[in-house]
């Protein structure tokens, strides 16, 4: 897969290579989203949990569609919501 770079919630640069070396769990969605979504990341925690120690060695990631809303603080706070370690990308 090529490579791409997008801002995260802490507002610098997030490039796929950087997450080298993990499998990469992505989802598309947006914060404004009143259900799937909310659905979709309670999902993603469920399966983190379910792997244990090895859930170190994936990469959560939510990838917004709705770039104008969803600022990097934006999604800080709503990532979070779900877990800490999810990453937040616009």
Known sequence: MPDFALTN???????????????VMLFF???HCPDVCPLALSEMRKVKAALGKDAERVAFV?????GTRDTPE???RY???FDPDFIGLT
């Not at 919630?9 to 499998?23: A, M, Q």
């Open 29 to 31: 969605g947006y914060t």
């Open 79 to 81: 990532v979070r919501i």
């Open 9 to 23: 919630s802490d507002g610098s640069v997030t490039r796929l290579s950087d997450l080298r070396g993990k499998t």
């Open 74 to 76: 934006v999604l800080r």
């Open 62 to 66: 939510f990838v917004s569609v709705d």
